[in-house]
């Protein structure tokens, strides 16, 4: 498509591809000139444990609160963080961010944080990362960073010398988005991963698609094999937990166990989910 559009002397976008465009570069010019520090913040979703219904981890999730254009989702500024060259500064700011709550937290629980492909391919930037841990004191067993396929394939031999380092360094890999890409499953034979993250648009269809829940059974099947956790994402009503249960799912993460919820609600929440060992609705 690239080389018979460049021979011709205008490209033909439709309104959508355009409207696109301008709202992209809007977005990348209101990311410059934003307080990152102030405007960025995370809101943290529980990880259920099955087996014992207690929440292990809360995943961390990036908002940015601009106050020209309002709240806006991590899939819209996240990519035009990437174009901007400002990735590894908005990672920074909501890794430390994650760490202060971390810290509040009355209970031993893991946080994990997404990579973008731009931070995996900086050695040295994840490396500052983790000595914000050890400088810290946090054990580094409750830090997992999420990486997906797409941030791992440009250099696979790099990407797994890194995730090496990080696992011998205590840390937690988790591969993120597991199964939308091209080819997961050779990633879960090169990478030391502790743990693979099942799409949601698998769980989206499994009350419909006997295809899906095969392979959503598959999934679970072989992570157990392979002694890897396994997260379900994505999980919103009663219905699809009932279809779930039978494939003995280890973790949960969706809305039927919790939203991205804003910091105050976590103290509370990991309280009565230790004195009651509870499900959460
Ligand atoms: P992800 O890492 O796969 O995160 C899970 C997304 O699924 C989150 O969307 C979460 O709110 C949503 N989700 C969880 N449970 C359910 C459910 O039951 N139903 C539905 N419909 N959705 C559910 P969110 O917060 O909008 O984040 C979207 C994506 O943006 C993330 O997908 C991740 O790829 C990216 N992202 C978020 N925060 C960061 C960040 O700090 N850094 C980077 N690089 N990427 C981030
Ligand atoms: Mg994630
Ligand atoms: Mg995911
Ligand atoms: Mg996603």
Known sequence: RGKQNARRSTI??????????????????????ANLNEELHLVFQP????????????????????????????????????RAGLIQNVT???????????????TD????????????????????????VFARGIAP?????????????????????????????????????FGSGYSSFAYIDRLPLDKIK???SFVRKVADSATSREIIA????LCRNLDLKCV???????EELAVLMPMAPQIIQGYLFGRPMELEAIVPLLTQNKAENARLV
């Open 218 to 221: 598959a999934i679970i099947t």
């Open 12 to 33: 033909i976008f439709t309104p959508e591809q355009e409207e696109q465009m301008r709202q992209g570069v809007e977005l990348e010019r209101a990311l410059r000139e």
């Open 109 to 132: 629980v893991s946080i994990s944080f997404n990579l973008s492909a731009q931070d995996v391919a900086d050695r040295d930037f994840i490396f500052s990362l983790t000595a914000q």
């Open 92 to 106: 920074k700011i909501l890794f430390g961010k994650g760490l202060d709550a971390l810290e509040t937290w009355p």
């Open 232 to 238: 379900l994402e994505g999980v919103e009503t009663e």
């Open 47 to 82: 990880q259920m444990d099955i087996p014992t219904r207690r929440i292990m981890s809360f995943e961390a999730l990036a908002r940015w609160q601009s106050p020209k254009l309002g709240e806006i989702q991590p899939e819209s500024f996240i990519r035009a963080a990437e």
């Open 198 to 200: 099942i799409d949601k």
């Open 141 to 177: 067993g409750r830090i997992e960073f999420e990486i997906t396929e797409t941030a791992v394939m440009k250099d696979i031999a790099a990407s797994r010398s890194l995730l090496e380092d990080l696992s011998a360094a205590g840390f937690k890999v988790a591969l993120d988005d």
